[in-house]
């Protein structure tokens, strides 16, 4: 079974750019979520799609930051203007199940290294 | 907000010594913690998990032992080996969020053969 597969693997890019991540969850999870993890920090959730709705964009740092999961199927996070803070490595995860049972594994996939010049 | 700290940030072994890595949680309702490894290269990967109503979990040479009273999770890995060494990150899944897991900041293992 292929696990969560991620897009680009490396991105670098300057100032006031613009990238677009892409996700592919492991096929029949409905869950899919983005976090990231700025160089030494925590892993810091960003937000969680249940197929094509977002459930929770408590974690996107502005509104430079846009998701998307049309379908229901891969995602996109698109960064615009991109800014030297928004470096970091960010990280895909799906998972199966429904809010009722929240325990299943969250499975990750490689992760995209931005970096911001 | 929720947090999780995480201890040491960086722990160098000896092979076939014993490491140990803790976490400690604000949310006392949290009921679900995992634990991720990430070798380098690699994605985060989930070596164990733990939920609130047990108090050790164990699977071959490593082990999760939770102390609710305390909000402290730690991870236990014996005889350990060179392939052990990667970054570690414990977790929590907190009561108020939907299924969001909240990580720490993750701890550097050098297993020295």
């Known amino acids: 079974e292929a696990g969560v597969t991620q897009f680009p693997s490396h991105s670098v890019i300057e100032k006031g750019q613009t990238v677009t991540l892409r996700c592919d969850p492991i096929s029949g999870h409905d869950n899919l979520y983005w976090y990231r993890r700025v160089m030494g920090k925590e892993i810091k959730f960003l937000l969680h799609?249940?197929?094509?709705?977002?459930?929770?964009e408590s974690g996107m740092p502005n509104n430079r930051f846009l998701a998307e999961r049309t379908g229901g199927t891969y995602s996109t996070l698109k960064v615009q203007p991109a800014e030297l803070e928004d470096s970091g490595v960010y990280f895909c995860a799906s998972s199966q199940g429904s809010l009722q049972r929240p325990y299943n594994e969250q499975f990750f996939g490689p992760g995209t290294r931005l970096t911001v010049l | 907000g929720e947090n999780v700290e995480q201890h040491p940030s960086t722990l160098s072994v000896q092979e076939g010594d014993s490491a140990v890595i803790k976490c400690t949680y604000s949310d006392s309702a949290s009921n679900y913690f995992p634990w991720y490894k990430q070798e380098l290269g690699k994605r985060p990967q989930l070596i164990i998990d733990?939920?609130?109503?047990?108090g050790e979990k164990k699977d071959q040479r490593i082990a999760v032992t939770l102390n609710k009273t305390a909000k402290h999770f730690s991870l236990h890995i014996t005889e350990t080996q060179p392939e052990d060494s990667a970054v570690y990150f414990c977790?929590?899944?907190?009561?108020?969020?939907?299924?969001?897991?909240?990580f720490g900041s993750g701890t550097q293992l050098t297993v020295l053969p």
């Open positions: 733990i939920r609130s109503n047990v």
């Open positions: 799609f249940v197929k094509e709705s977002k459930q929770d």
């Open positions: 977790a929590a899944l907190f009561s108020g969020s939907a299924r969001q897991l909240t």
